[in-house]
């Protein structure tokens, strides 16, 4: 039975299932939505979230939103490679990392990335730059994290990485914008000063699959 994937270019969100379909090496059927004619606010696409976000997974009569409870049911149904652990001590490790990389860096993360993607850097100058602060603690929090292993959650990929990736290649994209510059947030040398994170990412970036789910319009 088809997946059907409904999904943004450049969504965090999206891209963590896509990235985890391809882990995973499930193929899907690919619907792109144009966020610029409202295509998730439709009537049909409400009926299948009535939030009007992305991503939305379709497997058979089974509709799924929210990217977390995804992976988990793609981890329910394709158990391997495991993406959740092997045993319950594994599966606690990941949640416990997901929850705070969630609860904790997503929000300065966020706080840097969306003013400066609608192109308000000038007018929230002092917000982004607070954030810019608390994101600097959460990225030690990460080198911490990678101090004994190459990815978050142990020595395997897991749903840890494939949630938290996406949010800081966004907010690397962010920084490094022209309107960004001027602002001195202190990510220029971001290899430099966080070289675990910087590597982490390296390999993220060689799983297979990567490119495929990688936005399209990031390259455009």
């Known amino acids: 039975m088809a997946y059907d994937l409904y999904w943004i270019s450049g969504s965090p969100h999206a891209w963590r299932v896509m990235l ?84 904790y860096a997503r929000e300065p993360l ?27 603690i959460e990225f030690l929090q990460v080198e911490d994290m990678l101090s004994g292993s190459d990815y978050l959650a142990g020595n395997a990929v897991s749903a840890a990485d494939v949630v938290y990736m996406p949010v800081v290649q966004g907010f690397l994209r962010a920084v490094n914008r022209e309107d960004a510059a001027s602002l001195e947030l202190g990510f220029q040398n971001f290899d430099a000063l966080y070289p675990k994170t910087a590597a982490w990412l390296e390999r993220m970036e060689a799983l297979p699959g990567y490119e495929k789910a990688y936005p399209p319009h990031w390259r455009e």
């Open 20 to 103: 985890a379909m391809e882990i995973k090496g499930q193929e899907y059927v690919s619907h792109r939505l144009d966020p610029s004619k409202g295509e998730h606010k439709t009537p049909e696409f409400l009926a299948m979230n009535p939030r009007g976000k992305v991503p939305v997974l379709k497997h058979g009569d089974t509709v799924i939103y929210e990217s977390t409870a995804i992976l988990v049911y793609l981890e329910s149904t394709h158990p391997t490679p495991a993406l959740f652990g092997a045993s319950a001590q594994e599966t606690a490790h990941i949640w416990q990392r997901i929850a705070e990389l969630e609860n």
């Open 110 to 136: 966020y706080g840097v990335t969306r003013p400066l993607y609608r192109g308000l850097a000038n007018e929230h100058a002092d917000a982004i730059k607070l954030c810019a602060q608390d994101s600097h």
